[in-house]
């Protein structure tokens, strides 16, 4: 799924860099959150623009980045460089954009762990009500409706992915995966090469 | 993209059978959990779905903190003179 990591994170790199220049460069003094806020989109961006607008998710995260105004600037510097590759062509089975969020969310454990004991319960009264275990047709469709339930959870983990049908979802998410890490691989790298001491 | 799996995708939003094993088993085979510890075949397209789940909250919450973590480094740090240092330590 990717070819060269080490080729691919130094590119990651390189336009992570990009990004946090405008941190030194814009505002002489930037609050400790307004940095890290710059720092982080910086890398999301310079995941985004190093895969190139192949993937779904990646061009979820430079729309979504592109509606805050604060962004533009931003925005513009890590990718204008590479001219306004974000689609290849009109893709014809893709619906209307995503006009509901702002990217992904993460899901507190509780949730998960709440819906996970519903379905749990739920299965345990269709045992107890037959007075022996589900049947085979049962059980399959449990399993289905665990499986589309945890579906959706991920729609929230993947960007752009609540307007994905699940087959394209889990696509999507197989290439993020791998590219997400590679991304938390360059920053790793990047503060653990760093100096920490300060005068 | 092959005509296949456009096809495969046309008019139907649910996913197949077939096609949740097949992407399923590739799920499994990049998550590190379930790749070092128990057997693959024990693990079901829910557990794999929600390992994946947390796989990636995970991966969110590490660019959180080393964003943070950069933030506060790079306050005297000027990213350009240890730009040639960092890129040469990555050529792995």
New interface residues.
């Given amino acids: 799924m990717m070819h060269n990591p080490?080729k691919v994170?130094?590119k990651i790199?390189?336009k992570f860099?990009m990004g946090?220049?405008s941190?030194?460069s814009s505002h002489e003094n930037l609050s400790?959150s307004e940095?890290?806020?710059i720092?982080?989109l910086s890398?999301?961006l310079a995941l985004a623009s190093v895969r190139n607008g192949s993937r779904r998710w990646s061009r979820a995260i430079i729309e979504e980045a592109s509606r805050s105004p604060d962004n533009k600037g931003l925005v513009q510097q890590m990718l204008g460089s590479d001219g306004d590759n974000h689609l290849p062509g009109p893709i014809p089975?893709e619906g209307r954009s995503d006009r509901n969020g702002a990217g992904?969310v993460?899901?507190s454990k509780s949730v998960?762990a709440a819906s996970?004991k519903k379905i749990v319960k739920r299965c345990r009264r269709v045992r107890r009500s037959n007075g022996r275990a589900p049947r085979r047709n049962e059980a399959a469709s449990i399993?289905k409706r665990?499986?589309k339930?945890?579906?959706q959870?991920?729609k929230d983990?993947?960007p752009g992915g609540r307007d994905m049908?699940?087959?394209?979802l889990?696509?999507e998410?197989?290439d993020?995966?791998?590219w997400?890490?590679a991304?938390?691989d360059?920053?790793?790298?990047?503060?653990c090469?760093?100096?920490?001491t300060?005068? | 993209m092959s005509s296949r799996s456009r096809s495969s995708r046309q008019g139907s939003s649910r996913i197949s059978d077939d096609q949740i094993v097949d992407l399923v088993s590739k799920l499994r085979s990049l998550l590190p959990e379930i790749r070092n510890g128990r057997r693959s075949d024990k693990v079901s397209a829910s557990k794999v779905l929600q390992e994946t789940c947390n796989y990636i909250r995970n991966l969110h919450q590490e660019v959180d903190d080393l964003s943070e973590r950069l933030s506060q480094l790079l306050q005297t740090i000027d990213p350009d003179s240890a730009e040639a240092s960092i890129i040469r330590s990555l050529i792995m």
């Fill in positions: 080490s994170k130094q790199l390189k860099i946090l220049r941190c030194n400790v940095r890290r806020r720092i982080k890398a999301d089975w992904h993460t899901k998960v996970s399993a665990l499986v339930k945890r579906t959870l991920l983990f993947v049908d699940d087959v394209s889990i696509e998410t197989l993020y995966m791998v997400l890490r991304q938390v360059v920053m790793r790298a990047l503060a090469s760093l100096p920490t300060s005068s």
